[in-house]
T-cell receptor, first 115, second 116 residues
Framework: AQSVTQLDSQVPVFEEAPVELRCNYSSSVSVYLFWYVQYPNQGLQLLLKYLSGSTLVKGINGFEAEFNKSQTSFHLRKPSVHISDTAEYFCAVRRLGGATNKLIFGTGTLLAVQP | DVKVTQSSRYLVKRTGEKVFLECVQDMDHENMFWYRQDPGLGLRLIYFSYDVKMKEKGDIPEGYSVSREKKERFSLILESASTNQTSMYLC???????????????FGPGTRLLVL
C-alpha cells in the first residue's frame, strides 16, 4: 500500500519570498507522483506530475518539484510567490502499472502568502 | 480542455433525507471517482467506476452508494443523510490507464453539503 505525508499543515510566507512545500511518500513499488492545487471554493487543479525521466518537474504558475527516490520525497518549490498563490496544495501518489489509477492523497498544506 | 461539472456548489439537507450528487464529464473518460474532503484529512475515496454500470468501493464507502447508467454521468447517493456526512464532495474523471496514458484525474468544482 502507498501513503503520503505532508508534514506542514500551514506555511505562511511573505510575497516574493521562496517557498518549499514538503511531501514524503511510502511505497513498496514504484509510483507516479502528483501535486494538485485548490484555490478557495474551487476544485483541484493539476499543478505538475512525475511519471518518469528527469527528476525535476516543472508545472504551471512557476512551480517545480523534485523527485528524490532515495529520500522518498517530492517537494514542491517556487522561487518567488505571489498573493494569488494562496491556496491549499495536495500531494498524491499512485502505484506504477496496475489496472486502476486510484490516488492516495496527503492531508494538504495551506500556503498563506502575506503582503 | 477537460470539463467536469457537479450539479450543485452548495446543498443543505436534513438528517434522514435521500441526497443525490451528480457529476458529468465531457471527455469520454472511462474512469470516474467520488471523494470527500475534510479539514486535516485530505481527500478520501468513496467509490469509483471504471465503466458504465461498473463500480468499486473506495476507502470509505459506508453510508454511500453510486450509480453510473451513462458513461458521462456518475451519481453519488446518500441513502439517509447524517450529520457526519457534512463535507465537501469532489468528483473526478480520467481516461483508462494504458501503456501510453497514466490516467491523470481531472476534478470538478466540488459540492459543499451541509446536513442539519
Amino acid at each position: 500500500a502507498q501513503s503520503v505525508t505532508q508534514l506542514d499543515s500551514q506555511v505562511p510566507v511573505f510575497e516574493e519570498a521562496p517557498v518549499e512545500l514538503r511531501c514524503n511518500y511510502s511505497s513498496s513499488v514504484s509510483v507516479y507522483l502528483f501535486w494538485y492545487v485548490q484555490y478557495p471554493n474551487q476544485g483541484l487543479q493539476l499543478l505538475l506530475k512525475y511519471l518518469s525521466g528527469s527528476t525535476l518537474v516543472k508545472g504551471i504558475n512557476g512551480f517545480e518539484a523534485e523527485f528524490n527516490k532515495s529520500q522518498t520525497s517530492f517537494h514542491l518549490r517556487k522561487p518567488s510567490v505571489h498573493i494569488s498563490d494562496t491556496a491549499e496544495y495536495f500531494c498524491a501518489v499512485r502505484r506504477l502499472g496496475g489496472a486502476t489509477n486510484k490516488l492516495i492523497f496527503g492531508t494538504g498544506t495551506l500556503l498563506a502568502v502575506q503582503p | 480542455d477537460v470539463k467536469v461539472t457537479q450539479s450543485s456548489r452548495y446543498l443543505v439537507k436534513r438528517t434522514g433525507e435521500k441526497v443525490f450528487l451528480e457529476c458529468v464529464q465531457d471527455m469520454d473518460h472511462e474512469n470516474m471517482f467520488w471523494y470527500r474532503q475534510d479539514p486535516g484529512l485530505g481527500l478520501r475515496l468513496i467509490y469509483f467506476s471504471y465503466d458504465v454500470k461498473m463500480k468499486e468501493k473506495g476507502d470509505i464507502p459506508e453510508g454511500y452508494s453510486v450509480s453510473r447508467e451513462k458513461k458521462e454521468r456518475f451519481s453519488l447517493i446518500l441513502e439517509s443523510a447524517s450529520t457526519n456526512q457534512t463535507s465537501m464532495y469532489l468528483c473526478a474523471s480520467s481516461s483508462r490507464v494504458t501503456g501510453l496514458n497514466e490516467g491523470t484525474q481531472y476534478f470538478g468544482p466540488g459540492t459543499r453539503l451541509l446536513v442539519l
